[in-house]
């Protein structure tokens, strides 16, 4: 320290003194940038007790790092040859002694002797580890607020379009009752009228299960039904609810089937339908009338037999989707909102959700599309092949040509709380000439059942929710009664609960079958044709 001393004992101790007691972290460094003056505040910073311990080390010493010494020993050499300061430098680097990081904001000046010659380091810093925090923090709490606002927009924006949504089909399942009401006595007008109304009433079905869907997706609350089914089996009946619609479009829709074994294979045949619809309905609403819709199903091999690869292609001679548009194929919302309203869209949310789908399953999903000449849909799934090939008791399966929409001569137990939904659903059965009685609630229906005789009910359609006795509990007991027709008999669950969680517990209480609220009479005579 010699050089940075003189003979004036007064003023060396006033600086000695300055150096214990400032609460500013101060170091002077020789030419060599080694310590020669510090802070006890400088010093505590690595674990000293006073400056003295540290004098005649350098900064790879003190640091007991040979990357962050260097780093601090080129600053020095830096002010030192250039005569320039440094301001503000960020030093971060792990305390000796310490669990805690650090960071500094180092000033250094030059120091001169009598002659002008540069002779060392003058350093003073600033630990601004709180403050780097507080910013840090505050960057964060900028890019949340952001965030939020953003996403707040989007949920703006979106109920908005949910409303004009809903509102316009609405809008127009009022407006054409009215018509009917009007003129009710022109039968083939009101037939219009109603088969507007069905429409605008899928329209807004499709709307609430994808709203429904997607927040399951969001929330990690998805879930995939697993089951044996058999492939070839599952396209055929792809095919019989599909051709009708792709019809009434005009537009031709087939199915072709390229080495296709015949087996079982484990998977989710609701999700897989589900993909498969979307993919569909999206051909069959941009593609003219005339136009082809060609699904394509390969089985691929894999080398050995425990494993089922299938390729399968979506390909129609549609509108096809511009390279803007194909950007955002997988967005929420984006997609409707490019696309032109004049076609019924949906809420936007549907190649969303069958993007999400698929990747459950562990597939893949690629789209390709020209504007103006069609687009192809491209879906890899692999399955495991069933152990158990044989067709299990109870789940029988229907072909197209099987499929059935008169069942007089039978008879079904209809249990329902609802007195609008019961006679919605008495009208329906009806018209497959099936006759049906009414229980009000699940205990109801037990004890309807146990006073009939055997085998005089053929099916029993089963609400799910109902006072004084649900549906699943209702199940558990009929199954459980000591006669044939308990086990056997076809229950088949009717109910707004539509999620897989829903159709799991229905199975799970001893169901066969699961159909959805609204009706689908298309879905119900496929379902009845399966049992009866």
Do not use: W
């Amino acid at each position: 320290m010699k050089n940075f001393r003189n003979d004036n004992e007064e003023l060396n101790a006033l600086v000695d003194s300055f150096l214990k007691n400032s609460q500013d972290y101060i170091f002077v460094k020789d030419e060599n940038s080694v310590y020669v003056a510090v802070s006890d505040k400088f010093a505590g910073l690595f674990g000293y007790a006073c400056g003295e311990e540290i004098v005649g080390l350098d900064a790879i010493e003190l640091t007991q790092n040979e990357t962050i010494g260097n780093a601090l020993r080129e600053g020095d050499y830096k002010v030192m040859t250039t005569g320039e300061p440094i301001l503000d430098s960020l030093e971060e680097g792990k305390i000796t002694g310490r669990s805690m990081r650090c960071t500094l904001s180092t000033s250094k000046y030059p120091i001169y002797d009598k002659s002008h010659n540069i002779i060392g380091v003058f350093g003073v810093a600033r630990d601004i580890t709180s403050e780097k925090k507080s910013k840090k923090m505050m960057e964060d709490y900028r890019d949340s607020y952001e965030s939020a606002i953003k996403v707040n927009e989007e949920k703006t924006e979106f109920l908005n379009g949910m409303c004009y949504d809903i509102r316009t089909p609405m809008n127009s399942i009022m407006g054409l009752a009215s018509l009917a009401a009007g003129r009710i006595e022109d039968t083939g007008k009101v037939a219009e009228d109603l088969e507007k109304i069905l429409n605008a009433g899928r329209y807004i079905l499709t709307i609430v299960n994808e709203v429904l869907d997607i927040e399951k997706i969001e929330e990690g609350k998805a879930e995939l039904n697993v089951c044996d089914f058999n492939f070839n089996e599952f396209l055929d009946n792809f095919a019989a609810m599909t051709r009708d619609a792709a019809k009434k479009k005009g537009v031709e829709f087939s199915i072709v089937k390229n080495d296709l074994k015949d087996q079982r294979i484990v998977g989710d045949p609701t999700r897989i339908e589900q993909i498969f619809t979307n993919l569909v309905s999206n051909s069959i609403k941009f593609t003219p009338k005339g136009g082809k819709i060609t699904l394509t199903a390969d089985e691929k091999e894999t080398g050995g037999s425990d494993v089922a690869k299938y390729e399968i292609t979506f390909e129609d001679t549609g509108a096809g989707i511009n390279s803007e548009i194909m950007k955002h194929i997988f967005e929420p919302f984006v997609v409707k909102k490019m696309m032109n309203r004049d076609v019924d869209n949906g809420v936007g949310l549907g190649m969303l959700i069958t993007k999400n789908l698929v990747n459950m399953m562990g597939g893949e999903l690629h789209v390709d599309s020209v504007e103006g000449e069609g687009t192809k849909v491209y879906l890899r799934l692999n399955f495991l092949v069933s152990q158990n090939n044989e067709e299990e008791e109870g789940d029988p399966e229907v072909s197209e040509e099987n499929i059935r929409e008169d069942f007089t001569g039978k008879r079904a137990l209809l249990v329902e709380d609802n007195e609008l939904n019961a006679e919605i659903a008495l009208e329906v059965l009806k018209m497959t000439g099936i006759e049906v009685e009414r229980a009000c609630d699940g205990r109801n229906a037990v004890d309807m059942f146990t006073a009939s005789d055997k085998d005089y009910y053929d099916v029993i359609f089963m609400d799910i929710q109902m006072p004084i006795m649900g549906g699943y509990e209702a199940t558990r007991l009929i199954r459980k009664m000591r006669r044939k027709d308990a086990k056997t008999i076809p229950i088949i669950a009717l109910t707004a609960n539509a999620f897989v969680s829903d159709i799991n517990e229905a199975k799970d209480a001893g169901m066969n079958e699961h159909l959805a609220k609204p009706i689908d009479f298309e879905k119900m005579c496929i379902t009845l044709s399966k049992y009866l």
